[in-house]
Nanobody
Framework: VQLVESGGGLVQPGGALRLSCAAS????????MGWFRQAPGKEREFIAV????????YYADSVKGRFTISRDNAKNTVYLQMNSLKPEDTAVYYC????????????????????WGKGTLVTVSS
């Protein structure tokens, strides 16, 4: 099993980035896919999750209206479009997979996730 994030980098406040997470080694469309982040000195926190079919999504209040999660099951890839970025969005961003038949919706807890990527760093600074 592999989850590989990409797309992180340095962006100015108000800018945008799109993160990608390529999955392999499991039945992608049977898993809800989530994004989490960990800022320096803070605990990892939930950002967004999308159902296996892609029909349902759920966001943390801190990113609602600015971030959009999506997935392409043909490409085994989940995306996180981040707009109107703020310095407080600076963090390592992780994608994670949750077997959709086990947990209630929405799965927002770290313990619900079965697989994790290694993360990609997003820095929002002028």
């Amino acid at each position: 099993v592999q989850l590989v994030e990409s797309g992180g980098g340095l962006v100015q406040p108000g800018g945008a980035l799109r993160l990608s997470c390529a999955a392999s080694g499991f039945t992608f469309n049977s898993y809800n896919m989530g994004w989490f982040r960990q800022a320096p000195g803070k605990e990892r926190e939930f950002i967004a999750v999308i159902s296996g079919s892609g029909i349902s999504t759920y966001y943390a209040d801190s990113v609602k209206g600015r971030f959009t999660i999506s997935r392409d099951n043909a490409k085994n890839t989940v995306y996180l479009q981040m707009n109107s970025l703020k310095p407080e969005d600076t963090a390592v961003y992780y994608c994670a997979a949750d077997w959709m038949f086990r947990n209630t919706w929405p799965p927002t807890k770290e313990v619900a996730m079965d697989y994790w990527g290694k993360g990609t760093l997003v820095t929002v600074s002028s």
